[in-house]
């Protein structure tokens, strides 16, 4: 299967901008939901990672089984991994190459 990757973007934000364009470079495959076009899905992320920090990522590498991605807020969270549910784990980050780390390897 190949990973299915989302991004939950802000319009204007530049780390936002840097990402596309790092994976478009990269020639990875990703859907965008913006919270300018979908307000409810970005909604229902925050509430999920407790973070209004974007970008957002959610990784599906396995059949019922998705890596979601956020941006730490405190040093502490740094290396966390935390399961949201039985299908769901969330690993926080501090950077963007963290986060393109991950998805590359995912």
Known sequence: MTNKITIYTLQGCSVCDRLKNELNHSFIKY?????ATDQLACEKLENATKSNIYPM????????????????????????????????????????????TIIKNA
């Open 31 to 35: 859907k965008e939901v913006s919270y």
């Open 57 to 100: 990522c959610i990784i599906e590498s396995f059949p019922n089984r998705k890596i979601l991605i956020c941006f730490a807020k405190e040093s502490n969270q740094l290396n966390q991994i935390k399961n949201l549910n039985s299908t769901t784990i969330l690993t926080y980050v501090h950077s963007i190459d963290n986060m393109l």
